[in-house]
């Protein structure tokens, strides 16, 4: 993840969120997540686009950027 925000930091907002943190407490059941690592990617109108529970591909996120 913190490559991938090097690289392409510019044209993409990441947050990370700590669910044992009050914060992520609060945001783990809007956005339906219980396990970590979860990422989310959202389109710039707020719509989830796609999740992934665990193992996070890089690669799948430059090509949502980059189609």
Same mark, same amino acid.
């Given at each position: 993840m913190d490559e991938l925000e090097d690289e392409i930091g510019d044209d993409l907002l990441i947050i990370r969120l700590n669910i044992q943190e009050?914060?992520?407490?609060?945001?783990?059941?809007? #956005?339906? =997540?219980? =396990? +970590?690592? +979860? =990422?989310? #990617? =959202?389109?710039?109108?707020?719509?989830?686009?796609w999740r992934t529970v665990g193992e996070f591909d890089p690669q799948r996120v430059r090509d949502t950027l980059d189609p």
């Open positions: 009050q914060v992520g407490m609060e945001l783990a059941p809007v #956005y339906g =997540f219980e =396990f +970590t690592p +979860t =990422f989310i #990617y =959202f389109d710039p109108q707020g719509n989830e686009i």
